[in-house]
């Protein structure tokens, strides 16, 4: 992990939203924003490559980790993107990456519809066959 790039003690947990500068506390910030920061001329170069251009790996596969292809498929799947486009969406995915405590928070954003909405999406695309069979058993419960 990165450390802070004011301290250099802690690992960062945040990066300012201007010039995207990595730090781990307000104090760091503080100290930070005591001059001015510029947004930078390039954006840091993992933002700046398309999605087919970056290549992916696994180096500790699991029976759970989902195949590249259907994580490349999410990229160009216009209802994952439709979705992606609500801003109150994006907020719910910033938050759970944030989150110390994301199982409470996944369980949470599932109680919202609009962020079930974008799991079902991603589930068609990543495990087709299992959406369909739990889509076809919530439909026999009715």
Avoid: W
């Amino acid at each position: 992990m990165t450390s802070c790039q004011i301290c250099n003690a802690q690992h960062f947990k945040y990066k300012c939203p201007t010039c995207f500068i990595k730090f781990c506390s307000v104090p760091c910030f503080n100290v930070h924003k005591e001059l001015p920061c510029e947004k930078p001329a390039v954006a840091p170069p993992s933002e700046n490559l398309p999605v087919e251009n970056v290549p992916m790996t696994y180096r500790f596969p699991t029976a759970d980790t989902v195949p590249v292809e259907k994580l490349q498929a999410l990229a160009h799947s216009d209802e994952v993107k439709e979705c992606l486009s609500n801003p109150h969406v994006r907020n719910i995915l910033k938050s759970l990456v944030q989150s110390q405590t994301p199982e409470t928070s996944i369980t949470n954003a599932m109680k919202e519809p609009i962020f079930l909405e974008l799991a079902h999406a991603c589930l068609k695309i990543v495990e087709p066959e299992r959406f369909q069979h739990e889509l076809d058993a919530d439909v026999d419960l009715d």
